[in-house]
């Protein structure tokens, strides 16, 4: 086995037991990485000098791929409901096949961070058989300063081996993809798939499972600060807008998707940034676009035309093209990655009902039963048999990402609501004057202007109306946003329409949130909405 760059002294490779009669090549800076990638083929570059890769046939995280080894310490932590699990036996096997893949091929290793918080931070090793793979995990966790790599001791290996092709009959799982936790031992194993957003969603699955017995909640979310230490965190699924949201040039970025909020305040566990870049523009985007456009970023299935520029509109290859940067590119970044207790909560759905208005005030039970419900809405066309809008709820807004039930998550984010006086806001970045379609895209503008409102405080004492389906708090006037957008129901052309869609979207949020009642208390389920008749 050749070494090359700097390693841990102590351990090396056999962290996770396994060896090799290539080459290994340990924490390679960006520029290597380039050279690596392209050497070996895996990736080209665009004009701006981003490292442009192709993830094959998996072009998004598999879940249901993905499985926990069950064990005597994880059978009575794990959301079992929530997570498919796996034998000890059965995972021995399946490490022992990845130690066995790995034999003869030349690694790299990369000795990162996950956690921005001196107290709670997670040293991990990545082991990836692709140098662009080294690349995106580097530009995603926490880099340690070099003079501390000598010393590096991991508490959690991750192995992403794309080559290896499980088999379900040996390894119980369902194909050749495989995406495998154990918890005990602190390992994990992906093969099967070249996506890379798999290390860093383990990682950040194994921080939601140790993080809240140490009194700290996991968040997906993204956070900024403004210049008074007046925190904001933005819960949100994929597509709702946190990443663009929270990069406001008014505010210093803490980070764009995974926090943990603990005594000391909020921290990020990452950094970098994976942000989304279909339909990305510079107009919109500024900040965004040009970290994807430059040299040290890896772009995920982005299309470039014969002169190397990046064509975001393209979705040819899929609607989840990817840029993966580290943070301090972004030019208001935080460069500690923390900040003091947020003062506000902003809980993002993009609702293609068209129901929902561009923003409400929650109580605290009514943020309990939303941050549990964790709505947004998939449109039309966005995947295969899907011909009009249908619901998505996913607990906690990052149900493939909980090992632990809901519940734990919610308590501990109620407590700290209740501790630190936070406000909390429902956003709604989706459809206005009718469903998906229909409607149109609420405009960014305004969605700013509402959030700026409510990040400044000057909302809090707005008069408000009580949406008659949900029951929160809706203002009947913001400065700077037309006043007719914040009804939505006065916005449709027919509101007998708009009732019908309300009542049916109230019926899908009663339906979902069943599972939840006998884990909340009654002011929480009080705050369900409410179906209505049809208005006259």
Known sequence: ????????????????????????????????????????????????????????????????????????????????????????????????????????????????????????????????????????????????????????????????????????????????????????????????????????????????????AHGVMPMHCSANVGPEGDAAIFFGLSGTGKTTLSADPERILIGDDEHGWGPEGVFNFEGGCYAKTIRLSAAAEPQIHAAACRFGTVLENVVIDADGIPDFDDESLTENTRSAYPLDFIANASETGRAGHPRNIVMLTADAFGVMPPIARLTPQQAMYHFLSGYTAKVAGTERGVTEPQPEFSACFGSPFLPRHPSEYANLLRDLISRHGVDCWLVNTGWTGGAYGTGRRMPIQATRALLAAALDGSLAGAACRTDPNFGFAVPIAVPGVDPGILDPRATWADPLAYDRQARKLVGMFAANFAKFEDHVDAGVRGSAPQLREAAE
């Open 1 to 212: 086995m050749k070494e090359i760059g700097m390693r841990n002294a102590a351990r090396g490779l056999d962290a996770a037991g396994l060896a090799t009669t290539g080459t290994v090549r340990y924490n390679l800076l960006p520029h290597l990485l380039y050279e690596e990638a392209l050497r070996r083929g895996e990736a080209g570059l665009t004009a701006h000098g981003a490292l442009l890769a192709g993830t094959g046939a998996h072009t998004g995280r598999s879940p249901k791929d993905k499985y926990v080894v069950r064990d005597a310490a994880t059978e009575r932590e794990v959301w079992w409901a929530n997570n498919q699990s796996m034998t000890p036996e059965t995972f021995d096997r399946l490490l022992e096949d990845f130690r066995e893949h790995a034999r003869e091929r030349d690694l790299y290793v990369q000795d990162l961070l996950g956690g921005a918080d001196d107290g709670h931070r997670l040293p991990v090793r990545v082991v990836t058989e692709l140098a662009w793979h080294s690349l995106f995990i580097r530009n995603l966790l926490i880099r340690p300063e070099r003079d501390a790599l000598a010393g590096f001791v991991p508490r959690l290996t991750v192995i992403d081996l794309p080559s290896f092709q499980a088999d379900p009959a040996r390894h119980g799982c369902r194909s050749g993809t495989v995406v495998a936790m154990d918890l005990t031992r602190m390992i994990v194993l992906i093969g099967g798939t070249a996506y890379a957003g798999e290390m860093k969603k383990s990682v950040f699955t194994v921080l939601n499972h140790i993080l809240p």
